[in-house]
T-cell receptor, first 116, second 109 residues
Framework: SAVISQKPSRDICQRGTSLTIQCQVD?????MFWYRQQPGQSLTLIATANQGSEATYESGFVIDKFPISRPNLTFSTLTVSNMSPEDSSIYLC?????????????FGPGTRLTVL | GQNIDQPTEMTATEGAIVQINCTYQ??????LFWYQQHAGEAPTFLSY??LDGLEEKGRFSSFLSRSKGYSYLLLKELQMKDSASYLCAVVDSNYQLIWGAGTKLIIKP
């Protein structure tokens, strides 16, 4: 198993600003995943963060809007840029058992973002 | 396209049994997960099925029929703490996880 922490746990931001969310894992993992979960909705994968290479973004998500850093094997950040109220959501990071997405995933507690 | 269907909401009584269904149409199949998510918390793993049949784990069981594109999660001896959303997720042929919208389960005394 993996223990994952996220900062901040919640934030209220103004339109047009940016917020960086941090994700820390207690063990070294190759891939980390960033999800968005809007109220009452399912999880939507934003991107896969690989250490030492560019993140891989899913359809509908672009690097300019959601830049990701992955400086080492235990840490990643997701920035939500130029925010609008539509970005209000819960953002979750996760890792997969054995480092792959299709195994059991362990999730961080999430960051609840409200954009005014 | 890829699609996973689950009921939006279900209500059950403490001590009873409830079955939450999940049907899927995906490009290939490499396994199906069930996760539990309490309000305001992260999802936690409940079960994984890749072969047909029933997997039992305490009060929770998960069933899979690949030919029917169907799974269910069975919760027995319901407790108030079982009130949560239950998410079904399928691994497709590209080993991508496709998530259902989740079923909100409300337990009444």
């Amino acid at each position: 198993s993996a223990v994952i922490s996220q900062k901040p746990s919640r934030d209220i931001c103004q339109r047009g600003t940016s917020l960086t969310i941090q994700c820390q894992v207690d063990s070294q993992v190759t891939m980390m995943f960033w999800y968005r979960q809007q109220p009452g909705q399912s999880l939507t994968l934003i991107a896969t963060a690989n250490q030492g290479s560019e993140a891989t973004y899913e359809s509908g998500f672009v690097i300019d809007k959601f830049p990701i850093s992955r400086p080492n094997l235990t840490f990643s950040t997701l920035t939500v840029s130029n925010m609008s109220p539509e970005d209000s959501s819960i953002y979750l990071c996760s890792v997969g058992a054995s480092g792959v997405s299709y195994n059991e995933q362990f999730f961080g507690p999430g960051t609840r973002l409200t954009v005014l | 396209g890829q699609n996973i269907d689950q009921p939006t909401e279900m209500t059950a009584t403490e001590g009873a049994i409830v079955q939450i269904n999940c049907t899927y149409q995906t490009s290939g199949f490499n396994g199906l997960f069930w996760y539990q998510q309490h309000a305001g918390e992260a999802p936690t793993f409940l079960s994984y099925n890749v072969l047909d049949g029933l997997e039992e784990k305490g009060r929770f069981s998960s069933f899979l029929s690949r030919s029917k594109g169907y799974s269910y999660l069975l919760l027995k001896e319901l407790q108030m703490k079982d009130s949560a959303s239950y998410l079904c997720a399928v691994v497709d042929s590209n080993y991508q996880l496709i998530w259902g919208a989740g079923t909100k389960l409300i337990i009444k005394p």
